[in-house]
Structures are given as structure tokens and as C-alpha cells.
């Protein structure tokens, strides 16, 4: 995985666009959201939090955690994640390689039962983090939500191999993450780099392919969910519609009364946010997101591996 100076300004005011988001109401989560037709009409209004809070809900429902079970957020981000696990019961370690996001973590959630957070890099994790030590085998779950596009093609394969490493046998892992329909490079699809210099990564992974790493690291893939539609294209129906309104005067106006903050914008940074959008558009296009599921197989002794 990149060092965390490669990821600075993904999720700072260093973006413009993720001071819209923020102005939106990004706050406690960085995700897409999962987005129903029934209620499309309300993310128009309402912004995305409640949105990403039920994306949110549904990769962690993939874990089937139990109270008492040790797990790792990866790339946990400001910590919503982590201090959910938590207040089920978990004993939750969340790790992100941004030293900014994990003292945002510890300042919203650094006080409550069962979650702990530390800087570390989810792809050559140390001997131990927040006290919690590391060892291979001592952990129930592993939980990555729309972190590991950051990581890199080799950065991938090495998370898969930790996580396996650290995972007790029949332990699970689940990874949720954006994904190509192809192996054609993100650069061609993304020529001026406008997504990938927001969001601070150099490609994504082929939706076959995530798979097959697993395997490779001595994974079964239990299962995986294609959610595409309610993630990418319902955002990009959203995306489309935010950057219409704002390629006017009028329209700007109008966002403007809805999210005041917005009015901090000036004329070249709104040219620059609807750029970024439509360049998600064409990106959007020809990539995917997937929910897999993958099981650390029980040993031979007989026990079970968790369903």
C-alpha cells in the first residue's frame, strides 16, 4: 500500500469535491452509499448519510459477528465502523494508515466499550496495534468497507495474505470494494486523472479477479453480491443530476439555499467539482461494485467453518 503522504487530501478540505461532500453531509463516513429506487427521491433532499449508513449496515451484516469475537476494521477511516462493531459486543481494532483519520477515530469514538484504534498499514500490519497483539490465528473477523482501491494490485494480495495470517480457521473476511468489468487499466478510463487524484489510488481490481487472490491466498469465497446498481450507477443518477443543477447560475443558487456551505465555492471551483463528477460518470461506466465473502477454511480436526 501506498505511504500515507500518497493519500493525503483524499479526505481532507485539500479536495474540493470532498468539501461538497462534507457541505452535503459526509461526516463520520467516506462511503457511496446504498441507495433503493423508493428512496432515491429523498437522497435529492436529504443528502447521503442515511444512505451510507445502510451501506454501512449491510457490509457489517456479512460479517455475522458475535459479541466477544475479536475483529479488524481495515482502513476504518473516522471509525463509524469500528465503534458499530463495538457496541454489538465486538472487540474491535480499527486501523487506518492516515494518522488525521485516526485521531478524528479516537476523538468521536475513542470512548467507547469495545473499540480501539491505531495508525497502521492494513498491508504489512505490525506485531501489535492499540495493545492488541497480532498474531496469526487470533482473530474471528476481518472487515474492509471501500478502503482497499487504495491499496494497489500488490497491496491487495498482500492484505488477502495478512488477513488470512491473522484469521483463526473459519474465520471470515468480508471485502467490499469498487471494481473494474475488465483488465483494462484505470488510466485509460480515467485519462486526466481527475478520479484518481481525488481519491488518491493508481487502479482498481477486476471483479473475477478478487477471487481468484483469495483462493491464492488460501481463502474460499463464500459469497460475493454485485452492487453495483444500488451503489455506482444510483449514485451516478445523483452525481448527474448535482452537476446539471450546477453548470448554472441558477442552479448553484439553488444548492446553495438547500447547503450554505456550498456558497464558499467560487466560479472555478465549481467548474472543477462538475469536471470531477462527470470524469466519476465516464469512469462509472465500466466499473463495478462487489460484496465478497471469504472464508478461512476450519482445520482438519473437524471444526466447522462459520456460515
Known sequence: MDDSGSLTGAYSDDSVLFRVLQHLGWDALANIGYFT??????????????????LARR??????????????????????????????GCRTLGVDIQP???????????????ARFAVADATALPRQAADIPLRDGSFDRVHCLEAAFHFGHEGRESFLSES??????????VLVDVTSRSDQPTATLDPNGLV???W????????????????????????VLDWTTPVLHRAARLSALFAGTA??????????????GLRELDAREWDEVIAI????????RVTCYAAYVFGKPARASGVPEER
Do not use: K, N
Not at 40 to 50: C, D, M, N, S
Not at 164 to 173: A, C, I, N, T
Not at 277 to 284: D, E, K, L, T
Open 37 to 54: 429506487l423508493p428512496t432515491l427521491p429523498v437522497a435529492v433532499l436529504a443528502g447521503p448519510v442515511f444512505f451510507q449508513r445502510r
Open 59 to 88: 457490509s457489517l451484516a456479512l460479517l455475522e459477528a458475535g459479541p466477544g469475537q475479536l475483529v479488524l476494521d481495515a482502513g476504518c477511516g473516522r471509525g463509524d465502523t469500528t465503534a458499530r462493531l463495538g457496541a454489538a
Open 277 to 284: 463528477v462527470r470524469a466519476h460518470q465516464a469512469i462509472g
Open 200 to 223: 488518491r489510488f493508481d487502479d482498481i481490481e477486476p471483479y473475477e479477479r478478487y477471487p481468484l487472490m483469495a483462493s491464492a491466498a488460501g481463502f474460499t469465497t463464500q459469497r
Open 247 to 260: 453548470s448554472t447560475r441558477a442552479g448553484r443558487q439553488a444548492l446553495c439555499m438547500r447547503w450554505p
Open 100 to 114: 488525521s483519520q485516526i485521531d478524528q477515530a479516537r476523538r468521536r469514538f475513542g470512548s467507547r466499550s469495545g
Open 196 to 198: 484518481r487524484d481525488t
Open 164 to 173: 488470512f495470517r491473522l484469521l483463526r480457521p473459519g474465520g471470515r473476511l
